[in-house]
């Protein structure tokens, strides 16, 4: 479980350099193979990879972490206000410093990270779909939404319309990160 002590949350906050660092860590033990391909990207690229990842794991643990029984809706619209704080440039604590930075300098959309608590809010409910529609909907939001934060560090332009395009014959740029998304999670879902 990724636990930040109570000292990286009631104290001035971390430098900048130190909250990428911090992210480095987490990113090292918790995703060993994933953070030795950031090793392959340019300096900054890799550490807003490695904020990005954080905020993904700390989100995902609000539902699947080992105090997964205590999150409630109010849980989640908590961490969504803080969401906006931190898109309003307000970090609350070390780690947040550095994704605070890297949504500075990479003009990340929220939508994105709207979207992927949207997908712990659906884990509250149900761990079961009736149809593929809402299982690929779920595997978006949990998963698809993650190649969307990734692309724009990446350099690749932010689609005009939604994911869910109306108009399958228009590729949008972002298509593949979120299919790719969704391939993951459902290869996980079947292990």
Excluded at 18 to 41: H, I, N, P, W
Excluded at 138 to 149: E, F, P, S
Aim: glycine share 4%; proline share 5%; charged share 25%.
């Amino acid at each position: 479980m990724l636990q930040l002590s109570k000292s990286h949350c009631m104290r001035t906050l971390a430098s900048l350099e130190d909250s990428y660092e911090l992210c480095r860590q987490v990113t090292a033990e918790y995703a060993k193979t994933f953070y030795l391909g950031t090793q392959l990207m340019p300096e900054a690229k890799r550490r807003a990879i490695w904020a990005i990842y954080v905020w993904c794991r700390r989100t995902d643990e609000l539902v699947d972490g080992p105090m997964a029984a205590t999150t409630t809706e109010e849980t989640l619209d908590l961490w969504e206000e803080q969401l906006e704080a931190l898109f309003a440039g307000h970090p609350r604590d070390d780690v947040d410093v550095a994704l605070v930075d890297t949504l500075h300098h990479f003009s990340l959309d929220i939508q994105p990270f709207r979207d992927m608590i949207a997908g712990q809010r659906m884990d509250l409910y149900r761990n079961r779909y009736q149809t593929f529609e809402e299982l690929e909907l779920y595997c978006y939001r949990v998963a698809g939404t993650v190649g969307l934060m990734s692309t724009a560090v990446m350099g690749i332009e932010p689609p005009i319309v939604t994911p869910w395009n109306p108009n399958p014959e228009i590729m949008i740029p972002n298509q593949e990160a979120i299919a790719l998304g969704i391939a993951n999670q459902l290869t996980n879902i079947l292990r």
